[in-house]
C-alpha cells in the first residue's frame, strides 16, 4: 500500500472515530444553541431605542436642550428617541441626581456642564452633541442680522466637507471598516481555533498512548503517516465546527440584523482562509508533537505550555501589527512563521505588504510545516511508545533513533 493510500486511511480514521463521536456532536450542538441564544436574544429584547436622561439648573436651558435633542435624534437614525430633561432646584440637587443615576450630565445655566466624574466610561457622545449644540447657538449670536438660519448653522457645523484620501487614492469609508473588521476578527478567530483545537488533537495523541493503541498502529503504520494523519483529521473536524459556527453566526446576524456587517473585499477573505489553514496547520503539527512526550493526559498541558505561549507572543504582536502594519516589527514578523498567520493578514487588510511578502512568506511557513512534520514524526516515533510521565525531547530523539535500528 503507497505512503499517501495510508494516509489517507489514518485520516479516513480520525474523521470516522472522533466525528460520529457524541462528544462532537453534542459539543457542535452545544456551540450552536449558546451562540444562537446570544445574537437573538438581545435581537428580540433590544427595543432599537436611543435613551437620554439629562438634567437642567437655572435658566438659559431651553434652547441648548432644544438644539441637543435634534442633533441626537438625527444621529440616531431609524432608532426611537427618548430624551428625558429633569429641572433641579439648584446645583446640590443636580448632584444628587448624578450620584443616584437619575441623569447622565446636568446643564448649569446653559454655560457649563455638570458630571459625576472624568471617567472614560461617562457618556462622551452625548457630550459631544451638547458641546456642538453650543458651539452653534455662539455661532449664531456672532451672525445674528445675517440672516444665516440655525439649520444651515448646525447643517455646517455637522458636516465633513473634505475628501479624505490616501496615497493609494480616495477613502472608501465603508471599505476601509470592511478591512479593519476582517483584519481584527480574523486574528481573533485564529487564536482561539489553535487554542482550542489545538488542545484537541494533544488530546488525540495522548489518549491513544494512554490506551496502547499506538502500538498496534505504529506496527502497520509509518509514524509520519500517523502523526500528519492525526493532525489532518483532527484538523479538518476543527476547521469543520469552526467554519460551521462562524456560517451559523453570520447567517443569524444577516437575519436579525443584530449587527451592521460590511461586505468583505475578496483578497483580504481569501488570505485569511490561507493562513488561518497555514497557521493551524502548523500549531496542531505542534501540539502533536508535544503530546508525543508524555505518557498521560494528565501531563499534556506543562509539556504543551510552551506551544500555547509562542501563539499568545503571535497574538500579542498582531496588535502592534494592527496599530502599525507598515512597521519594522510588521514587517520583520512577517517572515516568522510562528507570527506570520497573525500578522500577514492583518497587513493585507490594510493592504500595507507587497506581494513578494506574502509569496515568500507562505513559502516559507509552508517549508516549515514540511520540516516540522518530519521532526515531529521522528520525535513522535521516539516519544510515542514512551508510558510514563514525561519525555524529554533528546530522549525521543535517541528513541526514534533506536526503534529505527530494531
Known sequence: MSSMSTLRLVIGRELRTRGTSKAYLLGMVAILVVLSGAIVIPSVLDDQTTSVDIGAVGIGNDALLDLTRQLVTDRAGDDEVEF???????????????????????????TAILRESSSAFSNDDLEQRVQEAA??????????????????????????????????GVADAEQDNARSFIAYAGMMMLYMAILIFGAWTLQGVTEEKSSRVVEVLL??????????????GIGLLGLAQFGITVAWALTLIRVTGALNLPVIPVDSAVTLIVWFVLGFALYSTMFATAGALVGRSEDAQSVSFPVSMTAIVGFIVSFQALSEPSGVLARVTTFVPFMSPFVVPIRVAFQEIALWEQLLAVAVTIGLVVVLIRIAARIYAGGALHFAGRLGLRAAWTGARETSRS
Open 135 to 168: 458651539a452653534t447657538l455662539a455661532l449664531q449670536d456672532r451672525l445674528d442680522g445675517s440672516g444665516v438660519e440655525l439649520a444651515e448653522i448646525t447643517s455646517v457645523l455637522s458636516s465633513q466637507p473634505l475628501e479624505v484620501r490616501t496615497v493609494q
Open 84 to 110: 428625558e430633561v429633569t429641572t433641579y432646584a439648584d446645583a446640590d440637587a443636580a448632584r444628587v441626581g448624578l450620584a443616584d443615576g437619575d441623569v447622565s450630565m446636568v446643564l448649569v445655566e446653559g
Open 219 to 232: 506496527a502497520t503504520v509509518e509514524p509520519w503517516q500517523l502523526l500528519a494523519g492525526k493532525v489532518i
